[in-house]
């Protein structure tokens, strides 16, 4: 299958600073891609559905200022916490859908561990 | 949207058969519904996908009766590393875009 790819794996940062995501699909064109944040032992919620050189449409309660999402090519996609905080620790996890209609393909990105000190 | 209803966890042993039904009343006719597996710090990983009747693959099977209000996920002989977390996903179209929003899953643990 296709696959997506998440970079950095893992990252630790100091409060107030910025941290960027990476989300590729690596033999696939991705029309779509999601931004999803899990906390421990939760279900997956999405933050945000990018498509492809237009803006990002944000899930209401995501501040769209924090969570700056890129989406500068079909192949990237790019997450920016911007003044990250504790509360911002989590894993985030990308999605990249190919084709345009259903049933779609979705693939999902091994995820991000972002822990804020 | 359509959501999902799952049980919040199920037990099983190793080589047991093991069913997960997804309850899912407001289907809209052009929806797909898509079972995900998810291991911790992991991202979710597809299963199977199907539209009605019966789909298998080569690690499950996928059953959806005719007004697809539901549907089982019925995963052959488990193993420990069958130990995941499962999410029935229903295709939720909204203006022709498909927004993939997860439930709450199920937790399967299978015990030796």
């Known amino acids: 299958g296709a696959v997506v790819s998440q970079h950095p794996s893992w990252v630790i940062c100091k409060s107030g600073t910025s941290v960027k995501i990476e989300c590729r699909s690596l033999d696939f064109q991705a029309t779509t891609m999601f931004w999803y944040r899990q906390f421990p032992k939760q279900s997956l919620m999405l933050m945000a559905t990018s498509n492809e050189g237009s803006k990002a449409t944000y899930e209401q309660g995501v501040e769209k200022d924090k969570f700056l999402i890129n989406h500068a090519s079909l192949t990237l996609s790019t997450l920016t916490v911007t003044s990250a905080h504790p509360e911002d620790s989590s894993f985030y996890i990308c999605?990249?859908?190919?084709?345009?209609?259903?049933?779609?393909?979705?693939?999902f990105g091994p995820g991000t561990r972002l822990t804020v000190t | 949207l359509a959501k999902t209803t799952q049980p919040i966890s199920m037990d099983s042993y190793e080589g047991q058969e093991v069913n997960i039904t997804c309850s899912h009343n407001?289907?809209?006719?052009?929806?797909?519904i898509t079972w995900y597996q998810q291991f911790p710090s992991q991202g979710p990983r597809f299963i199977i996908q199907?539209?009605?009747t019966k789909v298998t693959n080569e690690v499950a099977s996928l059953f959806i009766p005719a007004d697809r209000k539901s549907s089982t996920l019925s995963l052959p002989r488990v193993s420990l590393s069958d130990t995941a977390v499962y999410y029935c996903l229903v295709g939720a179209s909204s203006g022709g875009s498909y927004i993939p929003t997860f439930g709450r899953g199920t937790s399967l643990i299978v015990h030796p």
């Open positions: 199907g539209y009605k």
């Open positions: 407001n289907i809209a006719t052009n929806d797909y």
């Open positions: 999605s990249a859908r190919e084709g345009t209609s259903e049933p779609y393909e979705q693939y």
